[in-house]
């Protein structure tokens, strides 16, 4: 079992940035890869990101790219999502999810595809 807490959202004015954590517990957590998924009100959840248990492998949906980072500190058994540029269209609740194994793109088209989830922070960009 893995348990996962996200802190970090608040509200922000837009092209401002923000970092959310998520802190992982549980035997195996430091194994797994670790997700950020975001639900916009009245919106499908969709895929932010995703980073490997070894860190050395990130994913990003192409809305994200070059202004949201993924990372994950081992020592801290924390993961990380760093928001900068931030636009009215990032509002969203965000969750960090836990999978056992990394797979890639197959988040994007399966955003409920990770076994283990928070109950998510919520990220609100103001124009």
């Known amino acids: 079992q893995v348990q996962l807490v996200e802190s970090g959202g608040g509200l922000v004015q837009a092209g401002g940035s923000l970092g959310l954590s998520c802190a992982a517990s549980?035997?195996?957590?430091?194994?797994?890869?670790v997700g950020w998924f975001r639900q916009a009100p009245g919106k499908e959840r969709e895929f932010v990101a995703a980073i490997s248990s070894s860190g050395r492998l990130t994913l990003y949906t192409d809305s994200v790219k070059g202004r949201f980072t993924i990372s994950r500190d081992m020592t801290k058994n924390t993961a990380y999502l760093q928001m900068n540029g931030l636009k009215p269209e990032d509002t969203a609740v965000y969750y960090c999810a836990a999978d056992p194994v990394y797979r890639s793109t197959y988040y994007i088209d399966h955003p409920y595809g990770m076994g283990y989830w928070g109950k998510g922070t919520l990220v609100t960009v103001s124009s």
């Open positions: 549980g035997r195996t957590s430091s194994t797994y890869t």
